[in-house]
C-alpha cells in the first residue's frame, strides 16, 4: 500500500468515531492556535514598529525635552507666585549640534503649542506645531496643495499655517481653504498648503504623534506670538512652564553614524543639562529593543508550543492506544489477510500523523482567525507569517509521528490468532 | 493421488508454555489435503481444532514436526516471509465474518490485493467481478452494517477468493448464521469446492461435516481418523 493509500485508509478509520477525533486534536488545535496567534501579534508589532521608524525616517534621531523631577527646594520656589518652571532644549543648542557633530546634517525644532484651535466657534482637538521649513524635507512628508512653510515664513515671521490632511477635513470640510485664515488661540493664520495623507498608528515604544491632526506655524512666529510659557491649570494651581523647544528631529549624513551620534549626544547633553531633561530617541535602538523583547516572547513562545504539543501528543498517544485495544480483532484480520507487522505500524502512525496534521491545520485557522478578532477588537497590527504556518505545522505533524510510534508498534505486534477468536 | 498436496502435515506438535506448564494442544499430526479436497476438521472442544487451524493458516507456528504449504516448508519462515504467503496462498472465512466497518463491500474484497500489491484498477475490477459472483452486486457501496449476516459472509467469501488461493481455510462458517441462511453458504461453499477450490473447515457441526469430502477427527490433540 502506498503512502496516499494508507492515507485514505486511515481518514475513514478516524470517520468512523469523528467526535472522538475531534476531540483527541483538541490539545494540538489549542497548541497550535496559540502559538499562531502569539506569532501574528508579535509580527505585527514588529511590523509596526517598522513603520513608525520609515515615517520618522530611518536616518533621524529624536531629543524630547523631559519634564524633570521637582526637587523639594523647587517645590518651595514653586509655592511662590509668578514662579516659572523652566526645562528643555534651547533653540540655540540645536544649532551648536550641527557644529560639533559634523554628522549632522539638518536639525528641526518642534514646539507643541498648547493652544486650542478653532473652527468657527467650535474648539477642535488639532495640535498646533512650531517647526520650521526642513520638517517636510526631514519626514519626507509632502504639500498635497499649497506649500510648506519657507525659510522666507520664518525670517518674516509671517501668521501662516499649514494644515494635515486630517485638520484640513476638520476645519473646512470640504469647502476650499484657499485665503481662509485658521484661529489658533487669540492669533489667526492663513493657510497657505494642505500635506498628503501620512498614516502613522500613535502607538509602541516611539510614541508619533498623528501627523494627520497636526497644523504647522513657523518656529519663529509661534515663538513670537506666543513665547516659551505656557501656563496650564492642574486642579486649581496654575502652573507655568517654559520650553523653548519640545523636540528636534536631527538628520544624520550616513545610517552608520546613527548610533554612535546618539552616543555623543547623550554626552554632550548631560554636561549642558545635568538635570536630565532630556531623551535622545535613536529609531534603531527602538528596533534593536523590540528585536530584544521579540528573542525573549519567541522563547517564551516556543516553549508553550513545546508544552502543548506535549499534551497534544500525549492525547494522541492516549487515544491511540486505546483505539489498538478496541481494534485488535481488525489487527488480527488485516494479519490473516497478508498484512506485513510494517503495514499495520504505518496504517496506526498514519492515523496519529492525520489526527496532529488536521489538527494543526484547524489550529492554523483558529489562530489565524483569533490573530484577526485581536487586530479588529483591539487594533493591534497583526500578520499570519508563512513561516510561523510552516513551523506550526509542521511541529504538529512532527508530535503526531513520535506520539504515534508507540500505538503503532503496539499495533504492529498484536497476534494474528485473534483474527480467529470468538468472544 | 497424483498431485502434490496443498497441505503436508508431519508430525506436526504445538507445545504451549504457561508459566513452566506445559500444555500439549497437537501432537504428531500428520495428515496432507490434496487439490480440489473439501475437508472438515470436528472434534469435541479443547481437542486441538483451532490450534490447527492457526498453524494451517500461518498465524501460528508449529513446536516441532514439519508443515508443508503447497511444497514450501514454512516452518523456518520469517513474519514477512508468513506474511506474503498467507496473502497470496490462503483465504480465510471467519465465523463472524471478520469485515472492516470503514470500508465498503468493495473495498472489503480489495483488501487482500492491496497487500498483495495489485494496482488499483485491476483490484476493483477484480473485486466487482468476486462480488458479482457472490450475488451481491447490488450491494457493492454499502457498507458492512447495513448488510444482513449472510450478506456478510458473502462478502469475505468474495474477499477470501480475492488472491485466488490454494486453500481455503473456514472457521465454523455457518456458526453466526440462521439455518436458512446457514445453508445457503453451506451450498456456496460446495459450489466452490465444485468448483475445484481446495477448502478445509473447522466446525462442530455434523451436518456440514458430512457434506464434506472427507472429515479429519481430532481428540486430545491428536488426529483420530481421516488424515489421508
Ligand atoms: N494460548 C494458549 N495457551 C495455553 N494453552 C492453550 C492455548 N491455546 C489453546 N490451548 C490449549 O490447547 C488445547 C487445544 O485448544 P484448541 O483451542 O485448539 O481447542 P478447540 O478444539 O479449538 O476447542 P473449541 O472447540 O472449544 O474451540 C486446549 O487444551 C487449550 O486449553
Ligand atoms: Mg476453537
Same mark, same amino acid.
Given at each position: 500500500m502506498g503512502p496516499l493509500e494508507t492515507a485514505r485508509l486511515a481518514l475513514r478509520s478516524l470517520a468512523l468515531q469523528k467526535v472522538r477525533a475531534l476531540l483527541t486534536m483538541l490539545g494540538v488545535v489549542i497548541g497550535v492556535a496559540a502559538v499562531i496567534a502569539m506569532l501574528s501579534i508579535s509580527e505585527g508589532a514588529k511590523l509596526e514598529t517598522l513603520e513608525q521608524i520609515r515615517v520618522l525616517g530611518v536616518n533621524n534621531l529624536r531629543v524630547r525635552s523631559v519634564k524633570p523631577v521637582i526637587t523639594e527646594r523647587k517645590e518651595e520656589e514653586a509655592?511662590? *507666585?509668578?514662579w516659572i518652571f523652566e526645562y528643555g532644549l534651547r533653540f540655540a543648542e540645536l544649532a551648536r549640534f550641527q557644529t560639533l557633530l559634523p554628522d549632522v546634517e539638518l536639525v528641526v525644532p518642534l514646539r507643541e503649542l498648547r493652544k486650542d484651535v478653532w473652527a468657527g466657534d467650535r474648539k477642535t482637538d488639532i495640535t498646533v506645531v512650531g517647526t520650521s521649513s526642513h520638517l517636510a524635507e526631514i519626514l519626507n512628508y509632502r504639500a498635497q496643495a499649497g506649500r510648506f512653510l519657507t525659510p522666507s515664513d520664518e525670517e518674516s515671521l509671517r501668521r501662516v499655517c499649514v494644515l494635515g490632511s486630517g485638520a484640513r477635513r476638520k476645519l473646512f470640510r470640504f469647502q476650499p481653504w484657499q485665503g481662509e485664515d485658521v484661529k489658533v488661540g487669540e492669533a489667526w493664520f492663513r493657510v497657505v498648503g494642505v500635506m498628503e495623507d501620512k498614516s502613522a498608528k500613535a502607538?509602541?515604544?516611539?510614541?508619533?504623534?498623528?501627523?494627520?491632526?497636526q497644523i504647522y506655524v513657523p518656529y519663529a512666529t509661534a515663538m513670537g506670538v506666543y513665547g516659551a510659557t505656557s501656563v496650564k491649570e492642574t486642579t486649581g494651581n496654575f502652573e507655568a512652564v517654559k520650553v523653548e523647544v519640545d523636540e528636534a528631529i536631527l538628520r544624520i549624513r550616513? *545610517?552608520?553614524?546613527i548610533v554612535p551620534v546618539g552616543r555623543s549626544l547623550r554626552h554632550m547633553l548631560t554636561r549642558a543639562h545635568p538635570q536630565g531633561d532630556f531623551e535622545v530617541i535613536v529609531p534603531l535602538e527602538l528596533l534593536h529593543q523590540s528585536q530584544r523583547t521579540q528573542r525573549t516572547f519567541t522563547i517564551v513562545m516556543a516553549s508553550i508550543a513545546a508544552l502543548s504539543l506535549l499534551v497534544g501528543g500525549i492525547g494522541i498517544m492516549n487515544i491511540m492506544l486505546a483505539n489498538v485495544a478496541e481494534r485488535k480483532k481488525e489487527i488480527g484480520t488485516r494479519r490473516a489477510l497478508g498484512a506485513r507487522k510494517r503495514d499495520i505500524r504505518r496504517q496506526f502512525l498514519m492515523e496519529s500523523v492525520l489526527l496532529s496534521l488536521i489538527g494543526g491545520l484547524l489550529g492554523i485557522a483558529l489562530g489565524a482567525g483569533g490573530a484577526r478578532l485581536i487586530q479588529l477588537a483591539a487594533g493591534w497590527q497583526t500578520l499570519v507569517s508563512p513561516f510561523a504556518v510552516v513551523l506550526a505545522f509542521a511541529v504538529a505533524t512532527a508530535a503526531g509521528a513520535v506520539f504515534g510510534t508507540w500505538p503503532a508498534i503496539k499495533a504492529a505486534s498484536v497476534d494474528p490468532i485473534v483474527a480467529l477468536r470468538e468472544e | 493421488m497424483s498431485a502434490d498436496p496443498v497441505v503436508l502435515f508431519d508430525r506436526v506438535g504445538r507445545v504451549y508454555e504457561k508459566g513452566g506448564l506445559k500444555v500439549?494442544?497437537?501432537?504428531?499430526a500428520s495428515f496432507a489435503v490434496h487439490p480440489g479436497e473439501y475437508v472438515s476438521i470436528m472434534g469435541p472442544s479443547g481437542s486441538g481444532k483451532s490450534t490447527m487451524l492457526h498453524l494451517l493458516g500461518l498465524l501460528d507456528r508449529p513446536t516441532s514436526g514439519s508443515y508443508r504449504l503447497n511444497g514450501t516448508?514454512?516452518?523456518?519462515?520469517?513474519d514477512d516471509a508468513r506474511s506474503s504467503l498467507r496473502n497470496r496462498s490462503i483465504g480465510f472465512i471467519f465465523q463472524s465474518f471478520?469485515?472492516?466497518?470503514?470500508?465498503?463491500v468493495v473495498g472489503n474484497v480489495e483488501v487482500p490485493m492491496s497487500y498483495a500489491g495489485v494496482p488499483r484498477r485491476e483490484r476493483t475490477r477484480r473485486a466487482e467481478a468476486l462480488i458479482e459472483q457472490v450475488g451481491l452486486g447490488h450491494r457493492?457501496?454499502?457498507?458492512?452494517?447495513?448488510?444482513?449476516g449472510g450478506e456478510m459472509q458473502r462478502v469475505a467469501i468474495a474477499r477470501a477468493l480475492a488472491n485466488d488461493p490454494a486453500l481455503i481455510l473456514a472457521d465454523?462458517?455457518?456458526?453466526?448464521?440462521?439455518s436458512a441462511t446457514a445453508e445457503a453458504i453451506s451450498a456456496m461453499l460446495d459450489d466452490l469446492h465444485a468448483k475445484g477450490r481446495t477448502i478445509i473447515m473447522v466446525t462442530h457441526n455434523p451436518e456440514l461435516g458430512a457434506r464434506t469430502g472427507r472429515t479429519v477427527r481430532v481428540r486430545d490433540g491428536a488426529i483420530l481418523d481421516g488424515a489421508a
Amino acid at each position: 500500500m502506498g503512502p496516499l493509500e494508507t492515507a485514505r485508509l486511515a481518514l475513514r478509520s478516524l470517520a468512523l468515531q469523528k467526535v472522538r477525533a475531534l476531540l483527541t486534536m483538541l490539545g494540538v488545535v489549542i497548541g497550535v492556535a496559540a502559538v499562531i496567534a502569539m506569532l501574528s501579534i508579535s509580527e505585527g508589532a514588529k511590523l509596526e514598529t517598522l513603520e513608525q521608524i520609515r515615517v520618522l525616517g530611518v536616518n533621524n534621531l529624536r531629543v524630547r525635552s523631559v519634564k524633570p523631577v521637582i526637587t523639594e527646594r523647587k517645590e518651595e520656589e514653586a509655592s511662590r *507666585e509668578n514662579w516659572i518652571f523652566e526645562y528643555g532644549l534651547r533653540f540655540a543648542e540645536l544649532a551648536r549640534f550641527q557644529t560639533l557633530l559634523p554628522d549632522v546634517e539638518l536639525v528641526v525644532p518642534l514646539r507643541e503649542l498648547r493652544k486650542d484651535v478653532w473652527a468657527g466657534d467650535r474648539k477642535t482637538d488639532i495640535t498646533v506645531v512650531g517647526t520650521s521649513s526642513h520638517l517636510a524635507e526631514i519626514l519626507n512628508y509632502r504639500a498635497q496643495a499649497g506649500r510648506f512653510l519657507t525659510p522666507s515664513d520664518e525670517e518674516s515671521l509671517r501668521r501662516v499655517c499649514v494644515l494635515g490632511s486630517g485638520a484640513r477635513r476638520k476645519l473646512f470640510r470640504f469647502q476650499p481653504w484657499q485665503g481662509e485664515d485658521v484661529k489658533v488661540g487669540e492669533a489667526w493664520f492663513r493657510v497657505v498648503g494642505v500635506m498628503e495623507d501620512k498614516s502613522a498608528k500613535a502607538s509602541g515604544g516611539i510614541n508619533l504623534p498623528d501627523l494627520n491632526n497636526q497644523i504647522y506655524v513657523p518656529y519663529a512666529t509661534a515663538m513670537g506670538v506666543y513665547g516659551a510659557t505656557s501656563v496650564k491649570e492642574t486642579t486649581g494651581n496654575f502652573e507655568a512652564v517654559k520650553v523653548e523647544v519640545d523636540e528636534a528631529i536631527l538628520r544624520i549624513r550616513s *545610517e552608520d553614524r546613527i548610533v554612535p551620534v546618539g552616543r555623543s549626544l547623550r554626552h554632550m547633553l548631560t554636561r549642558a543639562h545635568p538635570q536630565g531633561d532630556f531623551e535622545v530617541i535613536v529609531p534603531l535602538e527602538l528596533l534593536h529593543q523590540s528585536q530584544r523583547t521579540q528573542r525573549t516572547f519567541t522563547i517564551v513562545m516556543a516553549s508553550i508550543a513545546a508544552l502543548s504539543l506535549l499534551v497534544g501528543g500525549i492525547g494522541i498517544m492516549n487515544i491511540m492506544l486505546a483505539n489498538v485495544a478496541e481494534r485488535k480483532k481488525e489487527i488480527g484480520t488485516r494479519r490473516a489477510l497478508g498484512a506485513r507487522k510494517r503495514d499495520i505500524r504505518r496504517q496506526f502512525l498514519m492515523e496519529s500523523v492525520l489526527l496532529s496534521l488536521i489538527g494543526g491545520l484547524l489550529g492554523i485557522a483558529l489562530g489565524a482567525g483569533g490573530a484577526r478578532l485581536i487586530q479588529l477588537a483591539a487594533g493591534w497590527q497583526t500578520l499570519v507569517s508563512p513561516f510561523a504556518v510552516v513551523l506550526a505545522f509542521a511541529v504538529a505533524t512532527a508530535a503526531g509521528a513520535v506520539f504515534g510510534t508507540w500505538p503503532a508498534i503496539k499495533a504492529a505486534s498484536v497476534d494474528p490468532i485473534v483474527a480467529l477468536r470468538e468472544e | 493421488m497424483s498431485a502434490d498436496p496443498v497441505v503436508l502435515f508431519d508430525r506436526v506438535g504445538r507445545v504451549y508454555e504457561k508459566g513452566g506448564l506445559k500444555v500439549t494442544a497437537l501432537r504428531e499430526a500428520s495428515f496432507a489435503v490434496h487439490p480440489g479436497e473439501y475437508v472438515s476438521i470436528m472434534g469435541p472442544s479443547g481437542s486441538g481444532k483451532s490450534t490447527m487451524l492457526h498453524l494451517l493458516g500461518l498465524l501460528d507456528r508449529p513446536t516441532s514436526g514439519s508443515y508443508r504449504l503447497n511444497g514450501t516448508e514454512v516452518r523456518e519462515l520469517d513474519d514477512d516471509a508468513r506474511s506474503s504467503l498467507r496473502n497470496r496462498s490462503i483465504g480465510f472465512i471467519f465465523q463472524s465474518f471478520n469485515l472492516f466497518s470503514q470500508l465498503d463491500v468493495v473495498g472489503n474484497v480489495e483488501v487482500p490485493m492491496s497487500y498483495a500489491g495489485v494496482p488499483r484498477r485491476e483490484r476493483t475490477r477484480r473485486a466487482e467481478a468476486l462480488i458479482e459472483q457472490v450475488g451481491l452486486g447490488h450491494r457493492r457501496g454499502h457498507r458492512p452494517n447495513e448488510l444482513s449476516g449472510g450478506e456478510m459472509q458473502r462478502v469475505a467469501i468474495a474477499r477470501a477468493l480475492a488472491n485466488d488461493p490454494a486453500l481455503i481455510l473456514a472457521d465454523e462458517p455457518t456458526g453466526n448464521l440462521d439455518s436458512a441462511t446457514a445453508e445457503a453458504i453451506s451450498a456456496m461453499l460446495d459450489d466452490l469446492h465444485a468448483k475445484g477450490r481446495t477448502i478445509i473447515m473447522v466446525t462442530h457441526n455434523p451436518e456440514l461435516g458430512a457434506r464434506t469430502g472427507r472429515t479429519v477427527r481430532v481428540r486430545d490433540g491428536a488426529i483420530l481418523d481421516g488424515a489421508a
